[in-house]
DNA sequence: ACGAGCGCCTGTCGGC
DNA sequence: TGCCGACAGGCGCTCG
């Protein structure tokens, strides 16, 4: 689901008070409920509860697809994975069924951790370095240059599209930016990563930052019941495009299995090539 | 290093 | 109407 400009669009309303409630900086937790326990991978449940409850909502930052809570302790470290949302509601209404964890806010608002499929992931650590430093660079990051990627692209034997999914290469796209910013990029999902010369690693790079910009600026995509709001799934050029005509050439967008994931591109725009 | 296969989960949609 | 398979924005694991 989520990929970095969905994660970020919902950093920026919950610090802004824009998602249903008050701004979350400045609140302070005043209980929470584990709902579904695998839910929170550290700590256990029990200790997560204790340890949250009390602690004052500093700032919001992120970091790839993880949310980041600065708490006045602690970091909460959020995972959205594929369907998760984070949902801001009156504490006098009933928690939504599909939330997972849920805490109660000074405010008198409830955050809730809404979670469908049970992928999504809480961590309550003192230092999240171990989970951060792990991750490849921030794609918008202006200090993350051409000659940098390219240094990154040049001793990797991967198909493009498996690697600009892996997270320890780069941080932050997911299934739709992968397959939107290749196809700007007139680039096949399997050409290999050696390949490219310093101009099309440079072509990928521009297509990466435009694809999520754009979504940053359309509020991120939504494309089922997870998201409405977003309008980035109205540009889309290729993603859930099969067998419709490619808005550039005209000839239909095909749909291959690339390292068990949909891969969308237009074969004649993005030409295997070497 | 790299890729394939599988597991984790619930919900929606299209075909029969 | 009901059933059944395919599919879904992610990622960690094992095994070649």
């Given at each position: 689901m989520p990929e970095l400009p969905e994660v970020e669009t919902i950093r920026r309303l919950l610090a802004e008070g824009r998602?249903?409630?008050?701004?979350?900086?400045?609140?302070?937790?005043t209980g929470a409920q584990v709902l579904?326990?695998?839910?929170?991978?550290?700590?256990d449940a029990a200790l997560f509860v204790a340890r949250v409850t009390?602690?004052?909502?500093l700032s919001l930052g992120r970091r790839g697809k993880y949310l980041r809570l600065n708490l006045s302790r602690d970091v909460l470290l959020i995972h959205l994975r594929m369907s998760g949302d984070l949902w801001l509601e009156p504490l006098e209404e009933p928690p939504h069924?599909?939330?997972r964890v849920i805490f109660d806010l000074s405010s008198g608002y409830r955050l809730g951790f809404n979670n469908a499929r049970k992928f999504g992931r809480l961590w309550l650590v003192e230092d999240p370095a171990p989970w951060l430093d792990k991750l490849g660079p921030e794609p918008l990051d202006e200090a993350f240059t051409v000659t940098d990627f390219y240094a990154r692209l040049h001793p990797r034997r991967r198909r493009l599209k498996p690697l600009l999914l892996d997270q320890t290469f780069l941080a932050g796209l997911g299934n739709i930016y992968t397959d939107e910013a290749l196809h700007r990029a007139h680039l096949?999902?399997?050409?290999?990563?050696?390949?490219?010369?310093v101009q099309e690693a440079a072509a990928l790079l521009d297509s990466i930052r435009f694809v999520l910009r754009e979504g940053l600026r359309q509020n991120g995509a939504s494309i089922d019941w997870v998201y409405r709001g977003g309008g980035f799934q109205n540009t889309?050029?290729?993603?859930?495009?099969?067998?419709q005509p490619c808005h550039t050439c005209g000839t239909p967008i095909r749909r291959i299995i690339v390292g068990q994931r949909s891969t969308h591109f237009c074969p004649r725009c993005q030409p295997l090539r070497e």
């Amino acid at each position: 689901m989520p990929e970095l400009p969905e994660v970020e669009t919902i950093r920026r309303l919950l610090a802004e008070g824009r998602r249903g409630g008050p701004p979350l900086p400045g609140q302070r937790i005043t209980g929470a409920q584990v709902l579904w326990e695998r839910t929170v991978a550290e700590p256990d449940a029990a200790l997560f509860v204790a340890r949250v409850t009390g602690q004052e909502i500093l700032s919001l930052g992120r970091r790839g697809k993880y949310l980041r809570l600065n708490l006045s302790r602690d970091v909460l470290l959020i995972h959205l994975r594929m369907s998760g949302d984070l949902w801001l509601e009156p504490l006098e209404e009933p928690p939504h069924r599909h939330h997972r964890v849920i805490f109660d806010l000074s405010s008198g608002y409830r955050l809730g951790f809404n979670n469908a499929r049970k992928f999504g992931r809480l961590w309550l650590v003192e230092d999240p370095a171990p989970w951060l430093d792990k991750l490849g660079p921030e794609p918008l990051d202006e200090a993350f240059t051409v000659t940098d990627f390219y240094a990154r692209l040049h001793p990797r034997r991967r198909r493009l599209k498996p690697l600009l999914l892996d997270q320890t290469f780069l941080a932050g796209l997911g299934n739709i930016y992968t397959d939107e910013a290749l196809h700007r990029a007139h680039l096949h999902p399997l050409r290999i990563a050696n390949t490219l010369t310093v101009q099309e690693a440079a072509a990928l790079l521009d297509s990466i930052r435009f694809v999520l910009r754009e979504g940053l600026r359309q509020n991120g995509a939504s494309i089922d019941w997870v998201y409405r709001g977003g309008g980035f799934q109205n540009t889309f050029q290729v993603y859930q495009r099969t067998g419709q005509p490619c808005h550039t050439c005209g000839t239909p967008i095909r749909r291959i299995i690339v390292g068990q994931r949909s891969t969308h591109f237009c074969p004649r725009c993005q030409p295997l090539r070497e």
